[in-house]
C-alpha cells in the first residue's frame, strides 16, 4: 500500500509543490513512511522468527512498530495539508 502511495505521490508532488523545498518535503516524508514501514516488517519478522507464542513483550514491540507507522502517516498527512492548504 505504502509503495503505491510512494508512486502515486511523487509525481503530485513534483506538480503540487510550488518551491524545491516544497518538493523535497513532500516526497522525503513518503519516502520517510516506507523506511519505517520496513523497519516495522523487520521488527514483526524478527518477532515471529524468535517464538510463535504469544508474549507481552513480542506484542508490544509488534504494536510499538505499528505506532510509529502511525504516527508517520499522521506526520505525512499534517505536511501534505499544510503545504497545499497554504497555496
Partial sequence: QEVVIFVVATPAAIYLGQTLTEI???IGSVLTLLIVELLNSAIE???????T???EL??????LGSAAVM???LGTIALWAA???SH
Wanted: aromatic share 0%; glycine share 4%; hydrophobic share 50%.
Fill in 53 to 55: 507464542e504469544k508474549h
Fill in 71 to 73: 504516527l508517520v502517516i
Fill in 83 to 85: 503545504i497545499l492548504l
Fill in 24 to 26: 523535497i518535503l513532500m
Fill in 45 to 51: 519478522t524478527v518477532v515471529d522468527r524468535v517464538s
Fill in 58 to 63: 513480542s506484542g508490544r514491540a509488534k504494536d
